[in-house]
């Protein structure tokens, strides 16, 4: 049987007093794979064979490389955004439809390709149908409907939806700033971190009522903690300080515990809206006469 590799040095090892980062709720893996990765090279070769022949077809085989280079990058933005849309309960449709337009850019793209290898302009046109066709039949379309809860009006949706992207790009700036650290323990902490943070977005998403108790965790405090981990990455790649490394990680697990805290409240809360909602519906019954 498979073991997971680890020792004395290793994250979660014996050696390393760093917690386990717990599994993050309903993850997926991601679909910007190697699927993906491929359409960047499938379309070197024009580049290659563009040279030697006449200024058209040159022209038509490096306008083919460009488009279908962009394309490939259109597609990989178009299903980086619909993973996001898909992860959150409350989100507003992508702003720019990337994977359609990147159907377009294939199929035009492979017409340019054909047209530089004296294919004529029907047969252009074919190779562009069947670009964008199966383009969209193997990645599909982007979604273009914005997705809220259920019962809750568009102004408060839109509202949640603002918070949460805040929040999001508070916790990047998090990540992409600890990097600089060349800590890993430092890097599962934060990681640790934001998916505590994360959890209490989607409480929010579900129950925007609670959007006002988690304002300020959301929005003030992750602030605050991107603005700290920046300076402390900086300051620590610099002269490997331990006591500041010791002060940043007291700051993580206090973040964490308190926004941990925050969380179980408002479920609490909850359940006690919850509570009182039945005992008044079970109020009116008994004045109209009805028992269980």
Same mark, same amino acid.
């Given at each position: 049987?498979?073991?997971?590799?680890?020792?004395?040095?290793?994250?979660?090892?014996?050696?390393?007093?760093?917690?386990?980062?717990?599994?993050?709720?309903?993850?997926?893996?991601?679909?910007? /794979?190697?699927?993906?990765?491929?359409?960047?090279?499938?379309?070197?070769?024009?580049?290659?064979?563009?040279?030697?022949?006449?200024?058209?077809?040159?022209?038509?085989?490096?306008? /083919?490389?460009?488009?279908?280079?962009?394309?490939?990058?259109?597609?990989?933005?178009?299903?980086?955004?619909?993973?996001?849309?898909?992860?959150?309960?409350?989100?507003?449709?992508?702003?720019?439809?990337?994977?359609?337009?990147?159907?377009?850019?294939?199929?035009?793209?492979?017409?340019?390709? /054909?047209?530089?290898?004296?294919?004529?302009?029907?047969?252009?046109?074919?190779?562009?149908?069947?670009?964008?066709?199966?383009?969209?039949?193997?990645?599909?379309?982007?979604?273009?409907?914005?997705?809220?809860?259920?019962?809750?009006?568009?102004?408060?949706?839109?509202?949640?939806?603002?918070?949460?992207?805040?929040?999001?790009?508070?916790?990047?700036?998090?990540?992409?700033?600890?990097?600089?650290? /060349?800590?890993?323990?430092?890097?599962?902490?934060?990681?640790?971190?934001?998916?505590?943070?994360?959890?209490?977005?989607?409480?929010?998403?579900?129950?925007?009522?609670?959007?006002?108790?988690?304002?300020?965790?959301?929005?003030?405090?992750?602030?605050?903690?991107?603005?700290?981990?920046?300076?402390?990455?900086?300051?620590?790649?610099?002269?490997?300080?331990?006591?500041?490394?010791?002060?940043?990680?007291?700051?993580?697990?206090?973040?964490?515990?308190?926004?941990?805290?925050?969380?179980?409240?408002?479920?609490?809360?909850?359940?006690?809206?919850?509570?009182?909602?039945?005992?008044?519906?079970?109020?009116?019954?008994?004045?109209?006469?009805?028992?269980?």
């Amino acid at each position: 049987m498979s073991q997971r590799f680890g020792g004395k040095y290793s994250p979660g090892g014996s050696g390393d007093q760093t917690p386990p980062v717990a599994p993050v709720a309903h993850a997926r893996r991601s679909r910007v /794979g190697a699927r993906v990765n491929a359409l960047f090279f499938l379309p070197l070769p024009l580049g290659f064979t563009a040279f030697g022949k006449p200024a058209a077809e040159m022209s038509y085989s490096i306008g /083919g490389l460009v488009l279908l280079l962009g394309a490939a990058w259109m597609l990989r933005e178009g299903l980086l955004a619909e993973e996001a849309y898909d992860a959150r309960k409350v989100a507003k449709r992508p702003a720019i439809p990337r994977k359609i337009f990147a159907a377009v850019m294939c199929g035009v793209g492979l017409a340019f390709a /054909g047209l530089s290898n004296g294919v004529g302009a029907m047969g252009a046109g074919l190779f562009a149908a069947l670009g964008a066709g199966l383009h969209l039949a193997a990645f599909g379309i982007d979604p273009l409907r914005d997705k809220g809860a259920e019962g809750v009006d568009a102004f408060q949706t839109e509202r949640v939806a603002r918070v949460v992207d805040e929040a999001e790009a508070y916790l990047k700036a998090m990540s992409d700033a600890i990097l600089r650290s /060349g800590d890993r323990q430092l890097e599962v902490k934060v990681e640790a971190f934001k998916a505590t943070a994360r959890e209490m977005c989607r409480q929010v998403e579900e129950d925007p009522r609670d959007l006002t108790a988690a304002r300020k965790y959301l929005g003030v405090y992750l602030m605050g903690a991107r603005d700290a981990t920046v300076k402390f990455a900086d300051l620590y790649a610099r002269n490997r300080d331990a006591s500041v490394r010791a002060d940043y990680v007291a700051l993580l697990d206090d973040l964490t515990a308190n926004f941990t805290a925050r969380s179980q409240a408002m479920l609490l809360d909850d359940r006690s809206d919850l509570d009182v909602e039945i005992e008044v519906l079970r109020d009116r019954l008994a004045r109209e006469g009805v028992r269980a």
